[in-house]
């Protein structure tokens, strides 16, 4: 089988890596950046880098490029790919792609698919194996597309260790806004709060624990990736901030009012979130 990843970063370099082991897949790469282009060739990520007009012979294509591009993308690549090609992305938003390729001709060679991995690096350097080990991965309105091609992609990522399940685009952002998204946002804020606050960086390596450490660690991530999904999911985005921030404010009055009995009620109950991450680990 010939594959063609566009986008050859973390997502789609790792996701080459996997196909090319496991499954043993010829891997065509494009990238519109040359240099990420030709390191994702030397560090023998892709087979060969080729151009866009060349996927006409791929059997499927996969597009792993930041979410403002993918529906435009994705239009080009159902134009040119042959009728029985399996197209799918690897983006994080989903309601306003499924929109946009909706009466395409060849919608239903088209899945809409996201695996939630990933790590706080970015470009060919970031790709590695064993990314996708074990992670879940979100098949969106697969009835909109052909059986054999939700099929195909499902045997993939099952290839890749991952547990695929089916949602709609809409709930989809609505989901992933709370859970993978206000995550960044809090963790890029945490980590602007303390740099403005300690001028001087190394108190901050040196008073800075685990627990900090993790926190922040999503502050590392690409801003070329997060900008374009903070404005492509931006009415889920801002519901799920404005609760959060209300819920800041709260914590800050009991603070604020020395309500100790007030301060333990809220943390205690949110210590129940263990209870459903261990439920969902198992």
Known sequence: MVVTVIGLGLIGGSFALELKKRLNYTVQGIDNNPQHAQKALELGIVDTVITLDKIT??????????????????????????????????????????????????????????????????????????????????????????????????????TLKMRTIFMNSKEHDKHIAYVSHLSHISSFMLGKTVLEIEKDEKNIFDMAGSGFESTVRLAKSSPHMWSPIFIENKENILSSLNEYIDNLIEFRALIEQENSTGLKQTMKATNHIKEVLNGIKK
Do not use: W
């Open 57 to 158: 012979t791929s059997d499927v294509v996969v597009l792993a490029v930041p979410v403002n591009y993918l529906p435009q993308l994705a239009v080009q690549v159902l134009d040119l790919v042959k009728e029985e090609a399996i197209v799918f992305d690897m983006g994080s938003t989903k309601e306003k792609l499924c929109k946009t390729v909706e009466y395409h001709e060849k919608r239903t060679n088209f899945v809409a698919v996201h695996p939630i991995a990933g790590t706080e690096y970015s470009g060919p350097e970031a790709a590695i194996y064993h990314l996708f080990d074990d992670k879940v991965n979100i098949i969106c309105d697969k009835e909109r597309s052909s059986p054999y091609a939700v099929a195909t992609v499902v045997e993939i990522f099952n």
